[in-house]
């Protein structure tokens, strides 16, 4: 892991640059459309921006063009419809740009992905999932993140009312990031699809899962790989799985339920496909 030195200055400060060149921008004579892409963004854009519109950030973009990106992004245009971070980005704008991504009523796939996040940039993701309604699948990729600061993202999370899949992996996840994933899920009604990869867990872990699963009413489909799981936590898991209300598929590739378990989950998730389908 690169434990160099790294500047990291705070979020409010991070927060007061974009808005201050947002700022600027608004107080000009002529204001371009959200969808006219400003000129000092045309060669970045043809180079970073899909067809599809998908948007690729990394650490070939300076801070001058984050900034002009963000205000960009800040008002919905119709182009980007999914972003990739490449957190390898030694940027303090990045979280400037989480910040304006809160603004966007467009973008309906967040992906962080590689390098290290820091704190500051996840309290930015936090307050853009806060103020965010367009963003329904976000995904946390190999980030090396640690528990601390994916908790901050969590709060964002718990309340956010649009996402649909959150998949997260990080093998730094530690006890108290899996406390706070499950105490998110236990709040937050609108996420229907969990992935966790290579994150380790252990009998405590899986017995906060199973607690997230029983008091959850909306996740429908779990993922995990590569977690490590031992045989008592999937028996931990499988109470959790046969109370919940709303599961109706479980995939983990490493292990297997018992056959007279497999049973009773089927039976559960055909119970709970039909009132799946019928609160909707």
């Not at 709040?187 to 009998?203: A, G, H, Q, V, Y």
């Not at 008592?232 to 479980?250: D, F, N, P, V, Y």
Request: hydrophobic share 40%.
């Amino acid at each position: 892991m690169d434990n160099s030195p790294r500047n990291t200055r705070s979020a409010p400060n991070l927060k007061r640059s974009y808005e201050s060149f947002n700022q600027t921008e608004n107080d000009a004579p002529q204001q371009a459309g959200p969808d006219e892409i400003p000129v000092v963004l045309e060669k970045l854009l043809a180079n970073k921006l899909s067809a599809s519109g998908k948007l690729m950030i990394d650490g070939s973009i300076g801070d001058g063009e984050l900034l002009e990106l963000s205000a960009w992004i800040a008002q919905s245009p119709s182009q980007v419809k999914d972003i990739e971070i490449d957190l390898c980005v030694d940027s303090d704008y990045l979280a400037g740009l989480l910040i304006a991504l809160g603004e966007n009523n467009k973008v309906t796939t967040l992906n962080l992905t590689g390098g290290h996040i820091s704190k500051e940039v996840c309290a930015a993701c936090a307050q853009m999932l806060h103020m965010n309604a367009s963003i329904d699948v976000l995904r946390i990729a190999g980030n090396w993140a640690d528990s601390d600061s994916i908790c901050l993202v969590f709060q964002g999370v718990e309340n956010n009312k649009t996402l649909k899949t959150l998949s997260i992996e990080n093998p730094e996840f530690g006890k108290y990031g899996m406390e706070a994933l499950a105490g998110t899920l236990k709040s937050n009604r609108s996420i229907k699809t969990l992935c966790l990869m290579e994150i380790p867990i252990n009998t405590v872990a899986a017995e906060s899962l199973a607690n997230a699963f029983r008091d959850n009413n909306v996740l429908s489909k779990v993922v995990i790989v590569r977690s490590g799981i031992s045989t008592a936590g999937m028996k931990k898991l499988l109470e959790g799985i046969l109370e919940s209300q709303s599961l109706t598929r479980i995939t983990i590739p490493e292990r297997a339920f018992e056959e007279e378990d497999e049973a009773r989950l089927v039976e559960v998730f055909r119970r709970n496909q039909q009132r799946n389908e019928q609160s909707e």
